[in-house]
């Protein structure tokens, strides 16, 4: 696994509060290990409690993002939006993530078809597995057309 020299703030097309990951711990051909720490005044975040274990979805969403978005940047072209479609058999081995726990989050391309991927990714805190899923996602050629095909006015 390589490092990667691009920030989370490069990698994925939204801007913080709302990238979640810290940063990118190594990637290669077919996986990314992206990390964060839970920390209070982050979005999700419950006083006393941390997060809740269903926001690691999210986590890995924006991982599978990351790795599509090295991908951009290394071929010279921009990073594009993507859609999480579909989550399958997540589980979570934690009800929480207390304040202060450093995750490690991954994920692995599975399957590509064109504008269509599925990632099995894995969120592991303290040296164990806290949480994993299959995400399927989707990442449109042209994000204008999708929305405009759903009857969304983009301005330019």
Same mark, same amino acid.
């Given at each position: 696994?390589?490092?990667?020299?691009?920030?989370?703030?490069?990698?994925?097309?939204?801007?913080?509060?709302?990238?979640?990951?810290?940063?990118?711990?190594?990637?290669?051909?077919?996986?990314?290990? *992206? !990390? $964060?720490?839970? +920390?209070? @005044?982050?979005?999700?975040?419950?006083?006393?409690?941390?997060? /809740?274990?269903?926001?690691?979805?999210?986590?890995?969403?924006?991982?599978?993002?990351?790795?599509?978005?090295?991908?951009?940047?290394?071929?010279?072209?921009?990073?594009?939006?993507?859609?999480?479609?579909?989550?399958?058999?997540?589980?979570?081995?934690?009800?929480?993530?207390?304040?202060?726990?450093?995750?490690?989050?991954? *994920? !692995? $391309?599975?399957? +590509?078809? @064109?504008?269509?991927?599925?990632?099995?990714?894995?969120?592991? /805190?303290?040296?164990?597995?806290?949480?994993?899923?299959?995400?399927?996602?989707?990442?449109?050629?042209?994000?204008?057309?999708?929305?405009?095909?759903?009857?969304?006015?983009?301005?330019?």
């Amino acid at each position: 696994m390589k490092s990667c020299p691009y920030p989370m703030d490069a990698l994925l097309p939204h801007g913080r509060p709302m990238i979640l990951l810290d940063e990118v711990v190594g990637r290669d051909d077919t996986r990314l290990v *992206a !990390a $964060l720490t839970v +920390r209070a @005044g982050a979005p999700f975040f419950e006083a006393g409690r941390g997060m /809740a274990a269903h926001v690691a979805i999210e986590w890995m969403a924006q991982a599978c993002g990351a790795f599509v978005g090295a991908e951009a940047l290394e071929s010279g072209g921009p990073v594009r939006l993507g859609l999480l479609l579909g989550t399958r058999d997540f589980k979570a081995a934690v009800s929480w993530f207390p304040e202060g726990t450093r995750v490690e989050v991954t *994920a !692995a $391309l599975v399957y +590509r078809d @064109g504008e269509m991927g599925v990632f099995d990714c894995m969120a592991v /805190a303290d040296g164990r597995e806290a949480a994993k899923a299959q995400l399927t996602v989707y990442q449109p050629a042209d994000t204008a057309a999708l929305l405009a095909s759903q009857g969304v006015k983009v301005s330019s």
